[in-house]
């Protein structure tokens, strides 16, 4: 004689289907956004935004070697001496400043790259490129629009080789802002996506 319990359970009630036993590889569904190739666009997103990075602080690099190189010899006497004017002298030591910047993370970066090895942590890392880059690119338009009036006013009067290379010092400076404030936004990018665990 049969059990009734057993015949109601079998007249129309779906067979429950067990998951996958663990090590069932197989038959395992994976979740959205995992997997190899999504791990390798990670990877590549990631290398190529460290290149672009390094791309861009070398641009400023130069452009701020130009600007700094240029202004201090922009010396052709008497009234034509930038070093009279606080504003060529403050393009200047934004241009000394800016170099140095960009020639310590141009190097730091060039060692990750080359030695896989990060000097700090991701974290602060990230902190401090996205700060330092951003500090860095408002002191060079800071210092490039101090300078642009005055160049301006005595461009009206006399035009000749000391305006003209204050001029240019000016354009190197506003070029090498460009290169990092594009640089600061890369490191906003890579600061947003970071995982505090």
């Known amino acids: 004689m049969s059990d009734p319990n057993d015949q109601k359970a079998t007249v129309g009630a779906p067979i429950p289907i067990a ?10 569904t994976p979740a959205a956004g995992t997997g190899v190739g999504h791990i390798i666009r990670k990877w590549k997103r990631e290398d190529l935004l460290k290149r672009g990075s390094l791309g861009l602080r070398c641009i400023a690099l130069l452009f701020s070697l130009l600007a700094f190189i240029i202004m201090a010899s922009n010396k052709h006497g008497d009234w ?3 070093d009279r004017y606080e504003e060529y002298r ?3 030591a934004i241009a000394i400043l800016s170099t140095l910047y960009t020639g310590l993370q141009v190097m730091r970066q060039v060692h990750e790259l080359s030695t896989s090895k990060e000097a700090f942590s991701r974290q602060n890392l990230a902190l401090l490129e996205f700060f330092g880059d951003q500090l860095m690119a408002y002191l060079l338009l800071s210092a490039a629009s101090s300078a642009v009036p005055l160049t301006n006013k005595m461009r009206e009067n006399n035009d000749n080789i000391f305006t003209d290379s204050s ?5 190197m400076e506003f070029i090498a ?3 990092l404030a594009v640089s600061a ?10 995982t505090y665990i």
């Open 19 to 28: 998951p996958p036993a663990a090590g069932d590889t197989e038959n395992q």
């Open 80 to 82: 034509k001496d930038f």
């Open 90 to 92: 403050y393009v200047l």
């Open 167 to 171: 001029a240019s010092a000016i354009s």
């Open 177 to 179: 802002f460009l290169a």
């Open 185 to 194: 936004m890369i490191a906003g990018y890579k600061l947003s996506n970071q």
